[in-house]
Structures are given as C-alpha cells and as structure tokens.
C-alpha cells in the first residue's frame, strides 16, 4: 500500500517558551497561507514568534522532498504541548525556599496543500 503524503512537518522539542503563550500565536497562522503565516508572525510583538516563524520555515523546507510549492502551502496543523518543566529554587526569608518552575514546550507545524 503507497502512502500519497501531501504535507511536511517540523517539530521543535524542549524549547523555553511556555505553551499557552504558544498557543495564542499558532492559533493566529493556523488555516493560514504559508507567505501570509510569515507575515503575521513577523509583526507580532511576541518573543516566541521568532522561534515559531524558525519551525514553520524549516516545515516549508521539507516539502521540497514532496515537490510542492512554497507559494501554494497552508498551514495544516499547528499546536504546542507542554513539554518537561524546569525546577530551581529561590531562596527566601528565615531560611524558607520557594520553588520556581520554568516552562519548556513541543511545537509542532505542518504544511501541505
């Protein structure tokens, strides 16, 4: 049986952002066009929108195995889960500690037409 895969996709694991303010962003470009997708998450005032815009050009560039093109590309899929949480401690008042917790996330995109 030939499987007639018409999507690419790029995941980002790990990375130091935290999923719900992901998600606000993927939900944005998600049904997008490709070029229109580029462009929101170039004007938006974000941090994560750099590291997201990296994932979805690296998704556009592994359609080139399945010939397609990168004017004709929407985003697919577009989600982020929330991936192994970083834990420090602070130290505080009368010898008390106080946890910090930092959010790492997986996101995924996928491209096709």
């Known amino acids: 049986m030939k499987s007639n895969k018409q999507y690419a996709q790029a995941i980002g694991k790990y990375l130091r952002l935290s999923a719900s303010k992901a998600r606000r962003i993927l939900n944005q470009i998600n049904g997008k066009r490709y070029q229109e997708a580029i462009l929101i998450l170039e004007f938006m005032p974000y941090k994560d929108c750099k590291v997201i ?3 979805l050009e690296s998704a ?3 359609v080139s195995d399945l010939s397609l093109d990168k ?3 929407i985003v697919k899929t577009a989600f982020a889960n929330e991936g192994p949480k ?3 401690f602070r ?3 009368q010898g008390r500690a ?4 930092k959010p790492t996330s997986h996101i995924t995109i996928s491209v096709g037409n």
Request: net charge positive.
């Open 53 to 55: 815009k990296k994932i």
């Open 60 to 62: 556009a560039n592994n």
């Open 71 to 73: 004017k004709s590309l």
């Open 86 to 88: 970083l834990k420090r």
């Open 91 to 93: 130290s505080r008042a």
């Open 98 to 101: 106080f946890s910090i917790h």
